[in-house]
């Protein structure tokens, strides 16, 4: 008895030295992420700026489904969405599979080249991008070398060109960081499984297919629910490349809510309601990929 009572006297000090570790942290994420998206939604119910808010209702909800400028917005931003994380982490995954055979030379300077641009200055690589892709820029000057194209494409003015433009800066920024994921997880599998595959009459083909794909299950739904967060918020590539241009024809959801708060007429809770829309996507997404990657038996 005595025993018992000691035990719980330790567990409970070691309760009360892991709450001092723990309420710092419980206090910083309520003040700094909790109370944030509370005032944020209360204010996406309201309309004006400062202390001239005034209570709408839903009002700012419903004027996302008249408002045109909000629906190119969600079309573009869901273009990119669709079109662009598949190919990084296609791309990413055949890169990393590459990069990680021992027997490739040079692969430290493979890894660091691929992975450099994440970690660019995204003012720098903007202007190098629209300096490459410009009218007469080198982009253009190379394809007309080699007669793919007998006059210089419009990559910056063009709406189709330029949304093409934005995906491929994306891709180029973007796949390095998705490949430094993938190399952990293939460097942590045994070499022995794929031994026995080899020895089993498998092809590279099918040892990728049947033991690292399946594998790197965890570590590619982790990427893919990353990067399809990082594409819905997307801001920096259209604002800097191509300013949300032609004529709104890159301009994302994120462009849109920074323009309604700072472009235009300030209008935070109408910007406020638009960013509780990303939210909602997101949180839509990210169910429907943990629940077609999760595992069948759970």
Avoid at 25 to 32: A, C
Wanted: proline share 3%; with cysteine.
């Amino acid at each position: 008895m005595k025993r018992s009572n000691n035990n719980r006297s330790i567990n409970y000090k070691l309760d009360r030295k892991a709450w001092l570790f723990v309420i710092p942290s419980i206090i910083l994420v309520t003040v700094f992420v909790f109370y944030p998206m509370i005032q944020a939604f209360i204010t996406s119910l309201q309309s004006g700026m400062g202390n001239n808010l005034s209570f709408v209702g839903i009002d700012n909800y419903k004027r996302m489904l008249t408002d045109s400028t909000f629906k190119k917005a969600l079309f573009n931003t869901v273009l990119y969405l669709v079109i662009q994380v598949p190919i990084m982490i296609i791309l990413a995954l055949v890169i990393s599979a590459l990069l990680n055979d021992k027997k490739l030379k040079a692969r430290g300077f493979f890894r660091t080249a691929i992975f450099l641009p994440c970690v660019t200055s995204l003012v720098a690589y903007s202007i190098i991008f629209k300096s490459l892709f410009a009218t007469d820029g080198f982009v253009n000057v190379f394809l007309m070398k080699i007669n793919m194209i007998s006059q210089p494409i419009a990559w910056i003015t063009h709406p189709i060109w330029a949304k093409l433009l934005i995906i491929i800066a994306i891709t180029w920024r973007w796949t390095g960081y998705n490949m430094v994921f993938y190399l952990a997880g293939m460097q942590s599998i045994d070499d022995s499984i794929y031994e026995a595959a080899e020895i089993d009459g498998a092809n590279a083909f099918m040892r990728f297919k049947c033991i690292t794909l399946p594998l790197l299950k965890p570590i590619i739904l982790f990427t893919t629910i990353n990067s399809t967060i990082g594409t819905l918020q997307l801001f920096d590539e259209t604002v800097n490349i191509t300013n949300g241009g032609p004529a709104n024809a890159t301009i994302t959801i994120s462009q849109y809510i920074y323009n309604l708060l700072f472009k235009y007429s300030p209008n935070f809770g109408y910007a406020a309601a638009i960013s509780y829309v990303i939210v909602l996507i997101i949180v839509i997404l990210s169910f429907i990929q943990l629940k077609a990657g999760g595992d069948k038996d759970e």
